[in-house]
């Protein structure tokens, strides 16, 4: 079992910054692969990033350039910097992880930019 808490997500202005933060307690040793995925009200949930323990990155096309994410192995932490921000990166922002068949979500946290 592996619990996801989300912080940082609020408010901004288009253009802005963000920068969200997931912590994983529990069999954290377990995990490979964190990500970090959006739901927008009335659209499915979507990919944003991904990193590996090795550091390994993949980015959704629409936030290439924009977004970073990171990793603090050693605090089993995932972090998501999200720059010039746009109305359009509103959404419920979720961190997950999983293996095998376990797939595993934190509670989300509300990201929404202003036009």
């Known amino acids: 079992q592996v619990q996801l808490v989300e912080s940082g997500g609020g408010l901004v202005q288009a253009g802005g910054s963000l920068i969200l933060s997931c912590v994983a307690s529990?069999?954290?040793?377990?995990?490979?692969?964190l990500g970090w995925y959006r739901q927008a009200p009335g659209k499915q949930r979507e990919l944003v990033a991904t990193i590996t323990r090795g550091g390994s990155t993949n980015y959704a096309d629409s936030v290439k350039g924009r977004f970073t994410i990171s990793r603090d192995n050693a605090k089993n932490t995932v972090y998501l910097q999200m720059n010039s921000l746009k109305p359009e990166d509103t959404a419920v922002y979720y961190c997950s992880t999983g293996w095998g068949i376990d797939v595993y979500w934190g509670q989300g946290t509300q990201v929404t930019v202003s036009s």
């Open positions: 529990g069999s954290s040793f377990r995990i490979n692969v």
